[in-house]
């Protein structure tokens, strides 16, 4: 058993991540943000889809193409198509803010 709130280092100097589970095509990631966010002019821009669920904390993400910051909140969740670039423009300061991430390949049918 894993509690996803445990064992998250107290400062982390920069995002800290871990694999929680793998297969091919396939991973889960726990991500720990604390007030982090992209470097100036970075946009993530990945072969993989992903679907992110904010657990705790909040955070916001920029999309391209969408004019809006999106404000993530717990319980929150959103999916990125594969190669479509966007970056975290902040996280809660003084908190953590945990994300889970799901990576994959192949097509999506997400609604």
Known sequence: MKNLFADIPESPEDEWMETLLRAP???VERIV???HCSPCGFWYDQEENEWILLLQGSAGL???GQKEILVLRPGDSFHLDR?????????ASG????????YY?????FE
């Open 25 to 27: 095509g396939f991973r």
């Open 33 to 35: 943000s604390r007030g």
């Open 105 to 109: 390949t192949g097509s999506s049918n």
């Open 83 to 91: 190669r479509k670039k966007h970056r975290v423009e902040w996280t």
């Open 95 to 102: 908190q953590n803010t945990v994300w889970l991430a799901v």
């Open 62 to 64: 920029r999309v391209e």
